[in-house]
Structures are given as C-alpha cells and as structure tokens.
C-alpha cells in the first residue's frame, strides 16, 4: 500500500529563515508526487506536481524537489503569509487514480 | 467565481439522522472525488467519479452514498449518522486524474 511521511509535523521559523520541509514515499510505481498548502478552515490549495526523480519546480519563495525515496519543500526567506499547512501527496501507477496524502507539516512564521 | 463548491459550510445534526452534502465543480473537470479530513488533519479519499461512473470506493460504510447527477455535480448522503462521521469533508475535481482542486469544506458536527 502507498505510505507517505511528513515531517517534522510542526516547524517555527523567524522571518526570513529558510528551510526545508520532507515528504518520504513508498509507492508501487510512481505516477506523481503533489504538494498542497491548505490554510485554517479552507481547502487544499495546489502548488506543484513533480513527475521523475531529479524534477524541481518553483513558485515564488517555494521550490519542490524529487528523489526516488522522498521530495522536498524549499522555503526560502520566508514571510508570515507562507504559515499554512504543507500537505504531500502520491499517486501511483497501478491500481486506481486515488492520492494518498501525508499527515502535513504545520508552518509558522514569526514576524 | 468559486472552481469547486460545496453547500453547505457548516452541517449541525443528531445522530442517527440523514444529511446530504453537494459539489458543482465549473472547472470543465471529468473526475470528481470526496474526501474526509480527520480531527487530526489526515486527508483520505472516500469516493470518485469519472465522466458520472464511480471509479474509486474505499473502505467506506454503506451508510454513505455518493451520486453524481452529471458531470459538474457530486453529492454525498450520510445516512443514519454516528458519531464518528464528525470531520470535514472536501469536494475535489481534476482532468484526467491530473491535479486536483478543492472546495472550501463542509464541516459536518454530529451531536
């Protein structure tokens, strides 16, 4: 069965400080990783598909990287408005076209 | 204008009672999906349509009944409802299995 591992489950940044959030996968042939932003009382928000190992994708002060085993969410210089939720997801090659999600790592930003 | 929406926002009843949740997606999608967001923030698919034929059906209790009218339009009816049904349930729609998009959530609250 598709897993996926968030973490850390939490992350307090000063502004201005960047970091890296992880999404770790195990999946029977990977079609695509998603990664979503969902805000308090709101639905995900799409940021970026990635499709093959070595792909990175960028949006303004976030970029998504791609390994075999795991992505990363580069946040660079972050501001307040980037605390959300940051929620991954994968979907397979077999089977049916669900996403299976991580539990999300919550982003805070301190002014 | 809202791409996915779902009325209503917030759903009050007892249990053992039948509510109905709907989703008008206006996007031109041909898949759309129902998912459950715990109280822990876990996201998980419960049901897809594709072109108005159900293509995914997880593990879900029979007391759930998805229909999906047309294209455009998924609803979700709980029926005798317990508990354990309180979470928040997203609407979500994509093309051709590609990203998907949200709605806002109907936060459902059985007492």
């Known amino acids: 069965e598709d897993q996926v591992t968030q973490s850390p489950e939490a992350l307090r940044l000063q502004e201005g400080e960047s970091s890296s959030l992880n999404c770790s996968y195990t999946v029977s042939g990977l079609r695509g990783l998603f990664w979503y932003r969902q805000d308090p009382g709101k639905g995900p928000e799409f940021l970026f598909t990635?499709?093959?190992a070595g792909e990175e994708k960028e949006k303004e002060r976030l970029k998504a990287t791609l390994t075999k085993k795991e992505s990363f969410l580069h946040i660079t210089a972050p501001k307040p408005e980037d605390s959300a939720t940051y929620l991954c997801a994968v979907r397979s090659n077999f089977g049916n076209e669900k996403l299976t999600f991580g539990t999300g790592t919550r982003l805070t930003i301190i002014p | 204008d809202t791409a996915v929406s779902q009325t209503p926002k917030y759903l009050v009843t007892q249990m053992g009672n039948d509510k109905s949740i709907k989703c008008e997606q206006n996007?031109?999608?041909?898949?759309m999906y129902w998912y459950k967001q715990d109280s822990k923030k876990f996201l998980k698919i419960m049901f897809s349509y594709n072109n108005k034929e159900l293509i995914i059906n997880e593990t879900v209790p029979n007391r759930f009944s998805p229909k999906s009218p047309d294209k455009a339009h998924l609803n979700l009816h709980i029926n005798s409802l317990e508990l354990g049904d309180s979470a928040v349930y997203f609407c979500?729609?994509?093309?051709?299995?590609?990203?998907?998009?949200f709605g806002p959530g109907t936060r459902l609250t059985v007492t």
């Open positions: 996007l031109g999608h041909d898949t």
């Open positions: 979500a729609s994509s093309f051709r299995a590609d990203e998907q998009y």
């Open positions: 990635l499709y093959s």
